[in-house]
């Protein structure tokens, strides 16, 4: 019987994505040295739209939607729904912060210095909240009774690198159409073989699970899985997540390895598309491990 | 305006205490309430003795007033228990009461997100007027035992009938049962009549009778004395509670984007971006 469809399968992957992408962001910058913020304040414009839809989603998927308040006037700490619906309000208040912060920097009477170090912290905590959201994703399905969902330790690492790759590609998606490759070249280069390389860490942590799935020898485990490879949900599985999401990306990427990102049209084209495939295979993804589940 | 290392560990110290404090007040929270009369109370089926009249199903229909339109041997969103009927090797029908089985370490307390599914001393109720309707008991619960309908519509168990139990009385089910194949009494006392039952089954030619629910998720507020081995009845055999590995799940789901920073460290460390281009914070302010 399904419980779960798919709202919830939208609100994980928008949630996942939006903090994916501000973690991309923050370490792009971080590692970079850069130190104007504008690719995480691109990565917010980003988040916050897409937490706030997740947020609707998940709210249409309950039978009582104008009772979501009952959610916060306490925390069930064991409850990953819980603890996750105020993740994501702490992650979009932070994020929100940010940008207002950022904005009024000019009109805000505090000391620069001051204002510096404040926006620091909130950078930081957001990188925090946003490692835990893209982590609640998984074990939101994790802390359950599903065989498919509940019988490894890998449904959250497995969401957590989707959450990564669908995030950077994300930023890169924006980066390519909005022309912001321009005067961020290198950084978007970088990020497009960090994303090569998140993909194949994926595709190894699927085969981990799946792998573990079968050797779990919990009743219904194996045959969940097998739901996915051969059975109903198999087109889905293969052409959405193996060769979309994975795949045919990790191939475009490759062919533009070392290429400069405004060297040739086709380098942004194809930086487009592969990451086109990512993000959706990112839903994907979630759809079939969601009603895999389930069935 | 760049992070300095030191702001960094500043706010990880400060996050990690927060979270560390938090995770504390936690896994507190599922243990079972003290028993509501002082010692605590239990329902024990006996399978050997079922006749599968429903008569169960009947009492409890009639104190809830519920519908009758129900699939035999299903639970539902208004069928709170429900006989089972399963045929042995020997083509023997053999029954089981399905019901909300309040557990100790009960899924459904340790998931609900607005803590409308709880423990009242050691029974399980979800309180209607504060469910939302999220389905999460649902995918957590062993048992399979809530249930929605279509919305508006909040998860229905069982409850036990705990209004009957605080004023004195029992259980509907067991209230109805014609020949005592469900009692209700002191669990401990339960517990010493079902062991014995089990032994002399044994002796029957039931070799692989036993009770279930005795230690099963800490213990159960419903037990069973089974004919056959639990699985047989599609019961789990080591049920789990649905947060049991949370916290590890939790860590595990950090821990890779910890390791999936390794790739930004090394591909951005040598990053030679031009970056003169970049608008900086100070350029940004007047």
């Known amino acids: 019987m399904i419980t779960w469809g798919f709202p919830v399968c939208i609100d994980l992957w928008l949630a996942g994505m939006a903090a994916g992408a501000y973690l991309a962001a923050f370490l792009a910058e971080r590692f970079g ?17 897409s937490a706030m839809v997740g947020v609707i989603f998940l709210l249409a998927d309950l039978s009582h939607p104008l009772r979501f308040w ?31 912060l950022w904005h009024m920097r000019n009109r805000i009477p505090i000391k620069q210095v001051i204002l510096k170090r404040i926006m620091n912290y909130l950078y930081t905590a957001g990188f925090f909240v946003s490692v835990l959201l893209m982590s609640y994703t998984g074990v939101l399905l994790a802390a359950s009774n599903q065989p498919l969902w509940a019988s490894t330790v890998l449904l959250p690492p497995l969401f957590v690198t989707s959450a990564i790759s669908t995030g950077a590609a994300v930023l890169i998606f924006v980066g390519m159409v909005s022309r912001m490759w321009k005067i ?54 293969w052409l959405g997540v193996v060769l979309m999401a994975i795949l045919l990306p990790f191939a475009l990427y490759i062919a533009n390895w070392g290429k400069k990102v405004g060297e040739h049209r086709l380098v942004v084209a194809s930086s487009i598309a592969s990451s086109a495939c990512v993000i959706l295979g990112g839903l994907v993804l979630r759809a079939v491990i969601i009603f895999g589940g389930q069935i | 305006m760049g992070l300095t290392r ?38 024990l089926y006996d399978s050997s003795k079922c006749i599968g ?24 969103k208004t069928a709170w228990t429900a006989i089972k009927s ?8 053999l029954f089981l009461k399905q019901q909300c089985m309040h557990c100790t370490d009960a899924s459904c307390v340790a998931v609900c997100p607005t803590k409308a599914a709880a423990h009242h001393g050691e029974y399980v109720v979800i309180d209607q007027e504060w469910c939302i309707g999220c389905g999460y008991c649902e995918e957590a619960c062993p048992f399979g035992v809530p249930h929605r309908g279509e919305p508006p519509d909040t998860s229905q168990k069982c409850t036990f009938c705990i209004k009957d139990i605080e004023s004195g009385s029992i259980p509907a089910c067991a209230e109805a049962c014609p020949i005592g194949a ?105």
């Open chain 1, 33 to 49: 040295k850069h130190t104007d913020h504008r690719l995480l304040h691109t990565a917010l414009y980003i988040g916050i739209p």
């Open chain 1, 70 to 100: 009952h959610l916060f006037v306490s925390v069930n700490f064991t409850s990953p729904m819980s603890v996750g619906s105020w993740l994501l309000v702490l992650w979009t208040t932070i994020s929100m912060l940010i940008i207002f």
């Open chain 1, 184 to 237: 961020y070249g290198e950084t978007f280069r970088r990020m497009v073989q960090v994303v090569a390389v998140v993909i194949v860490i994926e595709l190894v942590v699927l085969l981990v699970y799946f792998f573990w799935l079968s050797r779990s020898g919990i009743p219904g485990a194996y045959e969940s899985m097998r739901q996915l490879i051969t059975g109903e949900l198999a087109a889905p599985f």
């Open chain 2, 6 to 43: 030191k702001d960094f560990f500043l706010s990880s110290a400060g996050l990690c205490a927060a979270a560390g404090g938090l995770a504390r007040n936690d896994f507190v929270s599922t243990a079972l309430a003290k028993p509501l009369n002082g010692t605590r109370m239990a329902l």
């Open chain 2, 53 to 76: 009249c429903r008569m169960c199903e009947e009492g409890c229909i009639k104190k809830n007033n519920q519908p009758r339109e129900r699939e035999l041997g299903q639970l539902s």
């Open chain 2, 86 to 93: 399963t045929p042995n090797s020997k083509g023997k029908k």
């Open chain 2, 182 to 286: 469900t009692t209700f009494g002191v669990r401990s006392e339960l517990l010493t009549t079902a062991e014995n039952k089990v032994q002399n089954l044994a002796k029957l030619g039931w070799p692989k009778a036993q009770l279930y629910g005795v230690n099963e998720l800490s213990g159960l507020g419903v037990m069973y004395i089974l004919l056959e081995p639990p699985a047989f009845y599609g019961l789990p055999e080591q049920p789990r509670q649905a947060t049991k590995n949370v916290l590890t799940q939790w860590i595990t789901g950090s821990l890779t984007a910890a390791v999936l920073m390794l790739p930004f460290w090394f591909l951005y460390k040598h990053k030679s971006d031009k970056d003169k281009q970049l608008v900086k914070f100070k350029e940004g302010t007047k």
